[in-house]
């Protein structure tokens, strides 16, 4: 859990000379870009760059969003820029949500070889993946009351965000509003990322959401869609920051609370497989739903599905990680296919316990 994958393949000192030939074409020939780095846990999708900016004599500290190139492996098959830098806008402007404030989004792909957007940088502490933050760390060591806080606090961002009333316009850049239509992308997503090298396991939890499928799924939200504590960042265990939009869609609001849910035991999950203790009185599904209702008036249901289906999403996206590790050499191909999943027993686990009454 201690290595570092690969993720990019650009070089940082030429893309610092670009991004100022690109900033000075935006305010002006005096602008300057330097101390240019990726964060020590850059992002497995998106490349994360920082730098400060400086023009008209102010220094902006500043973080780079950029798509990756394709010879990366990408994790996933397309990333629409636009439609990140637009809703970390309306989640700051209209619910009210500390979204990374936006400065720029760059459509055309010659000033760096990608689009990419730009936006302040925010200080503060993130739960970590790497070592994830169920082995050790701040987090690990807060009081139960600090823990809490951040949960709540944390499940307060998600409650805000679907509670916010937005325009069919607003959310027409996202995907198609509903759960099969999610359900639906998450299978074109599986066949794009594991077509030529199926993986039975995931396979099986396709099948089995069909069986649990819920006869009313809900009214659906504006979701953040990858909304897990270690894309939030906190001072004195209070949101400061939320990042990571690229998986936003329109659907009900326990695809947002499931996830949020699960990345946790996925954590707590590897911490117990490791014969530690990890926190595991922590982002428990009932206390998450639990504020989430007081906070919204909506109690969540069908949990039995949702997780699952989380655990199946992030299923897909861990194989294809694992895609990746092949081709940078990091990894070798598995004789059982199941074995790309890095949670296999756990998603065996639910497979097994939720097996329809005949």
């Given at each position: 859990?201690?290595?570092?994958?690969?993720?990019?393949?650009?070089?940082?000192?030429?893309?610092?000379?670009?991004?100022?030939?690109?900033?000075?074409?935006?305010?002006?020939?005096?602008?300057?870009?330097?101390?240019?780095?990726?964060?020590?846990?850059?992002?497995?999708?998106?490349?994360?760059?920082?730098?400060?900016?400086?023009?008209?004599?102010?220094?902006?500290?500043?973080?780079?969003?950029?798509?990756?190139?394709?010879?990366?492996?990408?994790?996933?098959?397309?990333?629409?820029?636009?439609?990140?830098?637009?809703?970390?806008?309306?989640?700051?402007?209209?619910?009210?949500i500390p979204a990374p404030r936006t400065l720029w989004f760059e459509p055309d792909p010659g000033p760096l070889g990608t689009p990419f957007i730009v936006m302040e940088r925010a200080d503060g502490e993130v739960?970590?993946?790497?070592?994830?933050?169920?082995?050790?760390?701040?987090?690990?060591?807060?009081?139960?009351?600090?823990?809490?806080?951040?949960?709540?606090?944390?499940?307060?961002?998600?409650?805000?965000?679907?509670?916010?009333?937005?325009?069919?316009?607003?959310?027409?850049?996202f995907s198609a509003p509903g759960l099969r239509a999610h359900v639906d992308a998450q299978r074109a997503y599986y066949e794009w990322a594991h077509g030529a090298y199926r993986i039975p396991l995931l396979e099986?939890?396709?099948?089995?959401?069909?069986?649990?499928?819920?006869?009313?799924?809900?009214?659906?939200?504006?979701?953040?869609?990858?909304?897990?504590?270690?894309?939030?960042?906190?001072?004195?265990?209070?949101?400061?920051?939320?990042?990571?939009?690229?998986?936003?869609?329109?659907?009900?609001?326990?695809?947002?609370?499931?996830?949020?849910?699960?990345?946790?035991?996925?954590?707590?999950?590897?911490?117990?497989?490791?014969?530690?203790?990890?926190?595991?009185?922590?982002?428990?599904?009932?206390?998450?739903?639990?504020?989430?209702?007081?906070?919204?008036?909506?109690?969540?249901?069908?949990?039995?599905?949702?997780?699952?289906?989380?655990?199946?999403?992030?299923?897909?996206?861990?194989?294809?990680?694992?895609?990746?590790?092949?081709?940078?050499?990091?990894?070798?191909?598995?004789?059982?296919?199941?074995?790309?999943?890095?949670?296999?027993?756990?998603?065996?686990?639910?497979?097994?316990?939720?097996?329809?009454?005949?």
């Amino acid at each position: 859990m201690t290595e570092q994958m690969r993720t990019s393949t650009r070089d940082l000192e030429e893309l610092r000379r670009r991004a100022t030939v690109w900033l000075r074409s935006k305010v002006g020939d005096s602008a300057t870009v330097s101390e240019m780095s990726r964060p020590s846990e850059n992002g497995m999708s998106s490349e994360t760059l920082f730098f400060t900016a400086t023009w008209n004599g102010r220094a902006t500290r500043c973080v780079a969003r950029l798509a990756p190139a394709r010879e990366a492996v990408p994790v996933f098959p397309s990333y629409d820029l636009e439609s990140q830098f637009a809703i970390m806008r309306l989640a700051r402007e209209k619910a009210g949500i500390p979204a990374p404030r936006t400065l720029w989004f760059e459509p055309d792909p010659g000033p760096l070889g990608t689009p990419f957007i730009v936006m302040e940088r925010a200080d503060g502490e993130v739960p970590a993946d790497v070592m994830p933050y169920t082995f050790g760390g701040w987090l690990y060591d807060a009081s139960p009351e600090d823990r809490r806080r951040l949960q709540d606090g944390s499940v307060a961002v998600v409650a805000a965000l679907h509670r916010t009333a937005f325009t069919p316009a607003e959310l027409a850049p996202f995907s198609a509003p509903g759960l099969r239509a999610h359900v639906d992308a998450q299978r074109a997503y599986y066949e794009w990322a594991h077509g030529a090298y199926r993986i039975p396991l995931l396979e099986r939890a396709f099948d089995r959401l069909e069986r649990l499928w819920p006869d009313d799924p809900g009214t659906d939200v504006l979701l953040w869609g990858d909304a897990r504590i270690g894309n939030l960042m906190f001072q004195d265990f209070t949101p400061v920051a939320v990042f990571d939009w690229e998986m936003a869609a329109v659907g009900p609001c326990e695809l947002d609370l499931s996830w949020m849910i699960f990345l946790h035991r996925f954590f707590q999950d590897l911490t117990a497989s490791a014969g530690l203790p990890g926190m595991p009185d922590f982002m428990r599904a009932e206390d998450v739903c639990r504020t989430y209702a007081d906070l919204t008036g909506h109690e969540p249901r069908h949990l039995h599905f949702y997780e699952l289906y989380a655990a199946l999403r992030h299923g897909i996206v861990m194989a294809r990680i694992w895609q990746r590790r092949i081709h940078f050499g990091e990894q070798t191909r598995p004789d059982d296919p199941d074995d790309m999943v890095l949670h296999r027993a756990t998603i065996e686990e639910l497979l097994a316990g939720y097996e329809p009454a005949s």
